[in-house]
């Protein structure tokens, strides 16, 4: 019945959507300049405050990691094509936001589409999200392989030990991506990528000292590494959620109710590039960041119908460990156990 009032509220999504998608090239302009700008500035602020405490180094590297984020929303956008207007400048925006990010720019958004694609099918879960197992699934695996289930959801490897193998292996080794049909679309630019950032990160650790280059750099990226996978967590990995087979699955579904409307403070929403939007942005994913807000604002019913997370309510969601198809939501282990009772 709530699947039946989404789809009848919701019939014209796409007239709701359409007018913003267009670019809009000062607004792009500005969040360059209010991105990048105090990206560099924090930088250079924290090679100073080495001479002072590391202590102050570590405090700006998590502010710096904030803008970090804006700027990899920005090379999320120039993967979309959404950014700006013309295709070879997002492509060199993109291209060059992933020098800041890490993160090769082909590959990365890529592996993105195939997300928009398929999100909330069983048969493509990891892919954009975390990968999960259902609960009969899980029922079904052995002792150990349950144990190290358990383990890989532990909170301090989800969010912080494999954000570090994902940066320093998974997105950097070619070979990892030999199964999808257009690699060899991506093959040579994301050697390219990679190379390209060698060459310049040992520019800077050779002019700056590798030292202290990595002392400034490291902290950065592990905070970006930590915020970047909790926000896709929640994006995908909330209580009621929507999954379905992809031969039942349905793209207005799997977008309202299997994204969150993450409801942040104001000043995290700027931080995060409006993110947290993150329905309408599955429904639309031509329509830019900045324009994200805008659309929620003057299209008050796609709310109505998809999860809203406050901050304080989306650490429940850490308690999110297997998808239940009986009940259609993601539950505890703990919930898991009383079931099985």
Known sequence: MQNNNLKDSLKDWRGMLKEYQKPNTKKAIVQLLNSFLPFLGLWVLMYFSLDWSYLITIALALITAFFLLRIFVIQHDCGHQSFLQFRKWNNAIGFISSFFSTIPFKYWSMMHDIHHAHNGQIEYRGLGDIKFLTTEEYDKRSNFWKMNYRIRRMPILQFFIIPIIYFCV?????????????????????????????????????????????????????????????????????????????????????????????????????????????????????????????????????????????????????????????TQRMISFKEYNEIQR
């Open 170 to 326: 998974a997105i950097r080794i070619p070979l990892l991506y030999t199964h999808l049909k257009k690699r060899k679309n991506i093959h040579w630019p994301h050697i390219i990528n990679n190379l390209s950032m060698i060459v310049l990160y040992g520019i800077l650790a050779f002019l700056l000292g590798w030292q202290k280059f990595l002392l400034v750099h490291i902290p950065i990226i592990l905070f970006f590494g930590m915020i970047s996978f909790w926000l896709f967590y929640i994006q995908h990995q909330h209580e009621e959620n929507y999954k379905e087979s992809k031969d039942n699955w349905d793209h207005l579904l799997a977008s309202v109710r299997g994204s969150t409307y993450y409801k942040l403070p104001r000043m995290f929403q700027w931080l995060s590039g409006n993110i947290g939007f993150h329905h309408i942005h599955h429904l639309n994913s031509r329509i830019p960041n900045y324009h994200l807000e805008a659309c929620a604002n003057a299209n008050p019913t796609l709310n109505s119908f998809t999860n809203i997370l406050t901050f304080r309510e989306s650490l429940k969601c850490i308690h999110s460990k297997l998808w239940d198809e009986q």
